[in-house]
């Protein structure tokens, strides 16, 4: 695909680098048909005519249908947004849940140019049997069944020629996007479209490289050991590389066929709820898509795990963070939740803590009847915490995020395909011992000694930097970085003010110079000097030039 990084500017003064110019042309053209061309609307694009208009009204069947129309990036960025009903309203996530990643599957030449680029001209020679017809394709990767030389039985998950270059081109254009949805709608920044879309571009990344995909899996297998209702598939790390990955072959239905293959649906739901809570609450190490498609039920009423592109991780601390979180909802301590929730967040702007934690309160009142934690959804009670902070330019980090996310997924798929279960009851046990594990004696006195070093080390170290500061400010070598900060919007404004005023002096000067050179002996035109004709010719077309960036920019 040919490459190109035309810089597009925005109405607001700022640049931006697209990679794929053709893919730009083909952005706009969808986003024109399905109402959204206000999105693109008066950029200075080369090659790409410019697009006039308002905003149109907005719905989430056209931004759907847009989405499905631009293809896998912003498929899969619907998708991931249809997980999050913190940052946008339940007709758009519901919207945004009927998206699919239907793609053509490649011919089979394609997949094995692939295969012979990555494995080597010697790989049909480990294998037995290559079934040429996909098992599975999606818009990164292809995947297909094999028999190995040995007689293993494997799948292979060939990734897409080029799919990486293209992932990157519609990063760009996203990227671009959002800038826009910012100009024309300042409020959205409280959701904060950059974080979302950064956090986006990392998962999306990250799911390109098998390897560290094959190193999730190793670790998902080691941290389930020899459990007898957990299956992770083996890896063959001699036929993987960054764009092959070869894995086990596991034979059984998705969970969503589970009740139709007669399957003991008591039994899945409890050993799905035990999986999926041992790894969100035990392992702090957790699948981050654990949709219906990525859980087979293999005979046994064993659970089979797929796709490890996307990971989460807790670190003790976050894990007490949460564990707090719920302790303090137990106990009715509204004041601490507020707390515990600020304290992690991500402030953007000097925060009205009152005006938050009355916010956080009517949030929490809402979820919790004054009863028992127990009978609250925690995923729904902790994403209505997230949304409710967004108004105040608090944001979860995005490790606690996928964290919420995980948990609602989990409560959701098991009320959604498996009523037998009670997920509340499920997670009781997990949020009990945990509690216990947070507030008990031996943990308090780890914390305690943490916190006597970190005292300690900090009361060694005040001496020798007290003496230093006062040094420095006795031999005036203090000095204090101080930067203002510009919005960029306004420094162009800025920037064409000086510019049109520049060009209006030149204008001003050449009219002067014209009037001065009108006696000038030599040629003549018009009645006047030639001289004097070329001055005020200069002068009239630098002020038109005035006049019309005046008007084009209203700065």
């Known amino acids: 695909m040919k490459i190109v990084r035309p810089v597009v500017r925005t109405v607001g003064g700022l640049t931006h680098t697209v990679r794929d110019l053709n893919r730009l042309r083909e952005v706009v053209r969808v986003l024109i048909r399905h109402g959204l061309g206000w999105l693109v609307a008066n950029l200075e694009i080369s090659g790409v005519p410019r697009v006039r208009g308002a905003a149109s009204e907005l719905t989430p069947e056209r931004v759907a249908q847009a989405v499905q129309e631009l293809g896998p990036t912003f498929i899969k960025l619907g998708q991931v947004l249809s997980t999050r009903p913190d940052v946008i309203p339940p007709a758009y996530v519901e919207a945004f849940q009927q998206l699919q990643d239907d793609v053509q599957p490649l011919p089979f030449d394609a997949i094995e140019r692939q295969l012979t680029a990555e494995l080597g001209e010697g790989w049909r020679e480990r294998v037995a049997r290559f079934d040429e017809r996909p098992l599975a394709t999606a818009s990164i990767a292809q995947v297909h069944r094999a028999t190995l030389a040995d007689g293993a039985e494997v799948v292979f998950k060939v990734q897409r020629p080029d799919i990486a270059a293209k992932i990157r081109a ?126 087979l039920i293999l005979p046994g009423e064993v659970i089979g795990l797929l796709d490890f592109g996307m990971v989460g ?143 300690t080390s900090l009361a060694n170290r005040l001496p020798i930097t007290i003496t230093q500061l006062l040094d420095d400010i006795d031999q005036q070598r203090l000095h204090l970085n101080v930067q203002a900060r510009v919005d960029p919007a306004e420094r162009g404004a800025q920037d064409r003010r000086q510019n049109r005023l520049i060009l209006a002096l030149f204008s001003v000067t050449a009219v002067v110079c014209g009037s001065l050179t009108l006696d000038w002996e030599g040629a003549r035109a018009l009645g006047m000097s030639a001289l004097s004709l070329v001055f005020y010719v200069v002068g009239a077309a630098l002020f038109a030039l005035v006049l019309a960036m005046t008007l084009r920019n209203r700065g």
Not at 316 to 340: N, Q, W, Y
Not at 371 to 388: E, N
Request: with cysteine.
């Open 313 to 455: 991780r807790l670190t003790r601390d976050m894990k007490d963070s949460i564990v707090s979180l719920i302790f303090a909802l137990e106990r009715g301590d509204h004041r601490t939740i507020s707390r515990i929730f600020f304290d992690i967040a991500i402030k953007e702007v000097r925060v009205d803590y009152d005006a938050f934690e009355r916010d956080t309160t009517a949030v929490i009142e809402r979820n919790w009847t004054g009863t028992s934690v127990q009978d609250m959804q925690i995923g729904r009670f902790l994403m209505d915490v997230t949304r409710g902070a967004l108004r105040h330019r608090v944001h979860a980090p995005p490790a606690y995020t996928m964290f919420f996310k995980a948990l609602l997924t989990t409560e959701g798929l098991a009320k959604a395909l498996i009523p037998e279960v009670d997920p509340l009851a499920a997670a009781r046990p997990y949020v009990e011992r945990l509690i216990n594990e947070r507030f008990s004696t031996d943990r308090l006195r780890e914390d305690l000694f943490y916190n006597l070093v970190t005292l």
């Open 170 to 295: 519609d990063l760009s254009i996203l990227h671009l996007l959002t800038n826009r949805l910012l100009t024309e709608f300042p409020e959205a920044r409280q959701l904060d479209p950059r974080g979302i879309l950064n956090e986006f571009e990392g998962s999306i990344t990250a799911e390109l490289d098998f390897l560290a995909e094959a190193d999730n899996m190793r670790r998902f297998a080691r941290n389930f050991g020899d459990d007898p209702i957990v299956r992770v598939p083996d890896l063959y790390p001699r036929l993987t590389t960054t764009r092959v990955l070869c894995i086990e072959f596991l034979d059984g239905v998705k969970i969503r066929e589970a009740r139709e293959a007669g399957c003991d649906m008591d039994e899945v739901g409890r050993r799905y709820l035990t999986v999926a809570y041992t790894m969100l609450f035990d392992h702090g190490f957790f699948h981050g898509d654990l949709h219906p498609g990525n859980v």
